[in-house]
């Protein structure tokens, strides 16, 4: 079956976040764009074209609607204002065979950041993260439901909750 854009996401953590600190979702990920690149070294011979592998290079470019105080999107505007790495993973939510998801790992650096500030819509941020070597596949452990679930909320009983009723001296 089709991957689904749906079911990507992007976690980020500044690089001097402490150990056992939680990677970030940067809220309101609406795209998600992750581009691996390689030169090629291409000669003429005599006897034919010769085609070899070059360098290669990766970037993820994620666009998200910006939401005042969500802690992803600050630790990403932090590293780009303070010239520092960010760690990013890109995940796959659905579970694969061994109960993980699939994921890749890297370091980047912040290109460029961007607001699109339309009369008529939301904020929109966009930016592009240039990935520092290349990035690492790999598995994590299945991510908690309030991070896959980062919009949704629970059912509630009628008058499970609200304003507390005033009390009276």
Same mark, same amino acid.
């Given at each position: 079956m089709p991957q689904s854009g749906k079911n990507i996401i992007y976690l980020v953590q500044a690089v001097n976040s402490t150990v056992g600190s939680d990677a970030l979702v940067p809220g309101f990920q609406t795209e998600g764009t992750w581009t691996r690149e390689k030169e090629l070294t291409d000669e003429q011979t005599k006897s034919g074209r010769?085609?070899?592998?070059? /360098? +290669? *290079? %990766? =970037?993820?470019?994620?666009?998200? $609607?910006?939401?005042? #105080? &969500?802690?992803?999107?600050?630790?990403?505007? &932090?590293?780009y204002d303070n010239d520092q790495d960010i760690k990013v993973w890109r995940i796959n939510t659905n579970l694969n065979? /061994? #109960? +993980?998801?699939?994921?890749? $790992?890297?370091?980047?650096?912040? %290109? /460029?950041?961007?607001?699109? @500030?339309? *009369? &008529? *819509? $939301?904020?929109?941020? *966009?930016? =592009?993260?240039?990935?520092?070597?290349?990035?690492?596949? #790999? @598995?994590?452990?299945?991510?908690?439901?309030?991070?896959l679930e980062i919009a949704q909320y629970d059912f509630e009983q009628p008058g499970e909750t609200g304003t507390p009723a005033a009390t009276t001296p």
């Open positions: 010769i085609v070899a592998p070059g /360098n +290669k *290079s %990766e =970037s993820i470019e994620l666009t998200l $609607f910006a939401e005042d #105080g &969500d802690a992803g999107q600050k630790a990403i505007d &932090d590293a065979a /061994n #109960g +993980k998801h699939d994921a890749r $790992f890297a370091y980047a650096v912040i %290109e /460029n950041l961007e607001m699109s @500030e339309p *009369s &008529d *819509s $939301f904020v929109e941020m *966009s930016t =592009s993260l240039q990935i520092k070597g290349v990035s690492q596949k #790999g @598995e994590i452990d299945p991510l908690p439901p309030e991070v």
